[in-house]
């Protein structure tokens, strides 16, 4: 066995990428995995299976149940000792623009009209292409070291900025190609779309490859105080559906708003089931249960897809000074899942004016957002929400583990599901493409000089 020691006291540090590797004993939660070789496994209490990996240059050539596969021809045999893999995750709502801000705007006072404020004042500053870049650099080099596989951001798209932020997503994506998968979403409040700036943006949008989207609220307004919801939905999907561009909303962030009705009917009416994100949905969790039930029905018929971002709302909503909190802000998760809604868990803001945290690390949201939703007791296949079920809404072939994938794990110092969550995995060890790619995440110092 090999004996060079990594973070995690293994030899991953000597993998390359190259050759045949046998990853024996390897603990992986049974939502995360598939493969044809696993029946007559018995799973741990926490829903995990004990098996063998073969690794084959950059991708997972077999798998099968520990002590199954013979090691012959092994470059490197590794024995995991049961610790806990997983494929690398996805985050499929971030701002990677607004990121790491925090330390130089104005002060928010943690609600969501300061931090609009706050980061009006900022971008009107300093956000300059280069400057945009800088963070979107310190971003994607965070996430990777991580472990994080794919992103979808979305950027302030405002008359004056879109194409300084645009310009600096592309050359990002283009950077990044071969390490984290990136997608774009346009965001500004919806009214936007029935001025001339809208059709400008949605050919910038179609230009970059990117999505739809926005806020429902009016400029400067709040979440749902808008007259003219339909009407305005109608530009949205007609300027999409012209580009064939998906469409990704922030919606009802906040304790009053109801704009998912309208949403859903606007997405069956052009034909866009399956096609159309909407994040936060705070609102929903404070609606009596007879409405919430005709809501979820109606959010099943449409296909929409749901977006959880527990830490960030938790933070903003609900917050007033000298009182504590009554609610936490997050939509309900288990009853969406219940109507067969698909929902997943992302991080959002990081270190920006609308969430001073965060360092874009996507098992840290998702331990979080266990404790939050109450995903546990038992823990069933809530490890999806952070991997398979956002790959699916990105269409990306990334958070499953399985034979003719890439390589691209996670390797934790936690033999069960209690010790995945009570530790921040620290010592985790990262695999891409067969190869050993532990980095540590850059110093804040790098902020500073640029």
């Known amino acids: 066995m090999e004996t060079i020691p990594d973070r995690a ?14 990853l024996c004993n390897a603990r992986i939660p049974a939502a995360l995995m598939t493969a044809p070789r696993l029946e007559g496994g018995v799973s741990d209490r926490d829903g995990a299976l004990l098996v063998d990996l073969v690794l084959q240059d950059d991708a997972i050539a077999d798998i099968a149940l520990a002590g199954v596969l013979a090691v012959d021809g092994a470059v490197h045999v590794i024995d995991l000792a049961g610790r806990h893999v997983w494929p690398l995750l996805l985050d499929v709502h971030a701002h990677l623009d607004k990121g790491h801000m925090v330390d130089r705007a104005p002060d928010s006072g943690g609600t969501h009209a300061g931090a609009r404020a706050a980061t009006t004042a900022d971008r009107l500053t300093h956000w300059s292409r280069e400057d945009v870049a800088a963070r979107m650099e310190f971003g994607l080099e965070t996430a990777y070291a991580h472990g994080v596989a794919a992103i979808r951001t979305h950027l302030d798209s405002h008359e ?36 001339g700036h809208g059709r400008d943006l949605a050919d910038l949008v179609a230009d970059g490859n990117g999505l739809m989207g926005g806020v429902t609220r009016a400029s400067g307004g709040t979440h749902g105080g808008l007259d003219d919801m339909e009407g305005l939905l109608d530009i949205l999907f007609r300027l999409a559906s012209e580009r064939d561009l998906d469409i990704d909303l922030h919606v009802d962030e906040s304790a009053t708003g109801d704009s998912l009705p309208a949403i859903a009917r606007a997405t069956m ?15 929903l969790a404070l609606l009596e249960e007879e409405t919430l039930a005709e809501r979820l029905a109606l959010l099943a018929q449409a296909g929409i897809n749901i977006v959880t971002l527990p830490t960030v709302n938790m933070y903003l909503q609900d917050r007033q000074q000298l009182r504590t909190p009554r609610w936490r802000g997050v939509t309900p998760v288990k009853e969406l899942r ?30 979080q957002a266990v404790k939050i939703l109450h995903l546990d007791h038992p823990h069933g296949d809530a490890a999806t929400l952070a991997a398979t079920v956002p790959a699916a809404m990105m269409g990306q072939e990334a958070g499953l583990i399985a034979v003719g994938r890439k390589a ?28 050993s790619a532990n980095v540590a995440p850059p110093s804040y110092q790098l902020l500073a000089q640029a």
Not at 269 to 283: A, D, L, P, W
């Open 338 to 367: 219940a109507a067969g809604i698909r929902v997943a868990v992302a991080g959002d803001n990081c270190r920006d004016t609308f969430y001073a945290y965060g360092d874009h690390d996507m098992l840290d949201t998702w331990r």
């Open 408 to 435: 691209d794990l996670i390797i934790l110092n936690a033999w069960t599901m209690s010790q995945v969550l009570a530790r921040p995995q620290s010592d985790r060890s990262i695999i891409r493409r067969g190869a």
């Open 160 to 195: 004056g900025q879109a194409h300084i932020t645009w310009a600096a997503y592309q050359k990002a994506a283009e950077r990044w190609s071969s390490r984290i998968a990136l997608q774009a979403v346009a965001l500004v409040p919806l009214d936007v779309y029935a001025s």
């Open 9 to 22: 006291g293994l030899a991953i540090r000597s993998l390359t990428g190259k050759g045949r590797v046998h």
């Open 269 to 283: 009416r052009y034909g866009y089931e399956g096609r159309v994100t909407c994040g936060h949905c705070c609102s």
